[in-house]
Nanobody, 118 residues
Framework: QVQLVESGGGLVQPGGSLTLSCAAN????????MAWYRQRPGMERFLVAA???????VYVSSVEGRFSILRDNTENKLILQMDNLKPEDTAIYFC????????????WGQGIQVTVSS
């Protein structure tokens, strides 16, 4: 059973930074697709940033230039570095993993709250 555990969320003032981490209980180099999603109250979950194995990372336009996604293959972690945070970045952030041939479905972390407020 694949497990993804997020950490690093919390409360930060506008303009501040947070680093989210998603720890996997497997070698993430075997996972083709890993991504961060977020969900605001009453809204659908949507993609923030994605890291395809061996490919170029992609970002939603609202976070382009402020967020960076990267894989730490030595620690089997997916990182989301978030800088210049804005109140509209407030959401629950979820780690996602997909693209392994033997998997019947993608896997999700439990989610972690990020609140940007003064």
């Amino acid at each position: 059973q694949v497990q993804l555990v997020e950490s690093g969320g919390g409360l930060v003032q506008p303009g501040g930074s947070l680093t989210l981490s998603c720890a996997a209980n497997m070698n993430i180099d075997e996972i083709y697709y890993m991504a961060w999603y977020r969900q605001r109250p009453g809204m659908e979950r949507f993609l923030v940033a994605a890291s395809p194995k061996g490919g170029k990372s992609v970002y939603v336009s609202s976070v382009e230039g402020r967020f960076s996604i990267l894989r730490d293959n030595t620690e089997n972690k997916l990182i989301l570095q978030m800088d210049n945070l804005k109140p509209e970045d407030t959401a629950i952030y979820f780690c996602n993993a997909d693209g392994v041939a033997t998997w019947e479905h993608p896997y999700w972390g439990q989610g972690i709250q990020v609140t940007v407020s003064s």
